[in-house]
């Protein structure tokens, strides 16, 4: 098993620029989750998805938009990048709701100039 | 107050001692809390999850203090491989189905 794999695992776009981050896992988990970390913070969810076709606002939504049309991905967009939005993304997943163990993909790390 | 909140460290041990962190949480309301362990330029990883009172695995210890709302994380015989960022994590007091993350407390083990 994979395990949650992300891609790509580097980006450096320019401002106003788009891309689609993709998330996939292969354990059959209901549950999935964007998450960004900033230096001295903690994660932060931006969205997550409790099943296929379903999604759902987290703390930090505004800025991305996020799709799951098969149950193993979670894709998440940037339509118009900032460099706010530099940062370092992780994805997750669970069997079911947050209480049981999270499954983090490596991450990717986004650099908006 | 913020939801969860951690000693940022650095904690900087040597090899062998025992180290201990604190975690304070708002959400009275939690029943559930987790330790998450994140090594540098890596992803985070379970490393205890804390149901009642407390927990133990092996050198690792998590206790629970819902009167005061904390949870600790004590760490004996510490290993150069222990060194890590550990990871308060808490359900969100306003959605069942979120967690929030402290911001992580940095662990250096020294030989």
């Known amino acids: 098993n994979a395990g949650v794999t992300q891609t790509p695992k580097f980006r450096v776009l320019k401002t106003g620029q788009s891309m689609t981050l993709l998330c996939a896992q292969d354990m059959n988990h209901e549950y999935m989750y964007w998450y960004r970390q900033d230096p001295g913070m903690g994660l932060r969810l931006i969205h997550y998805?409790?099943?296929?076709?379903?999604?759902a606002k987290g703390e930090v939504p505004d800025g991305y938009n996020v799709s799951r049309l098969k149950k193993q991905n979670f894709l998440l967009g940037l339509e118009s990048a900032a460099p706010s939005q530099t940062s370092v993304y992780f994805c997750a997943s669970s069997y079911r709701g947050p209480v049981n163990e999270q499954y983090f993909g490596p991450g990717t790390r986004l650099t908006v100039t | 107050r913020k939801e969860v909140e951690q000693d940022p460290g650095p904690f900087n041990v040597p090899e062998g001692a025992t180290v201990a962190f604190n975690c304070t949480y708002s959400?009275?309301?939690?029943?559930?809390f987790f330790w998450y362990r994140q090594d540098c330029r890596k992803e985070p990883k379970l490393l205890m999850s804390v149901y009642s009172s407390g927990n133990e695995d092996g050198r690792f210890t998590a206790q629970l203090n819902r009167a005061s709302q904390y949870i600790s994380l004590l760490i004996r015989d510490s290993k150069l491989s222990d060194s890590a960022t550990y990871l308060c994590?808490?359900?969100?007091?306003?959605?069942?189905?979120?967690?929030?993350f402290g911001s992580g407390t940095q662990l250096t083990v020294l030989p």
């Open positions: 959400n009275s309301a939690s029943q559930s």
């Open positions: 994590v808490v359900p969100d007091s306003g959605s069942a189905r979120q967690l929030t």
């Open positions: 998805s409790v099943g296929e076709g379903t999604t």
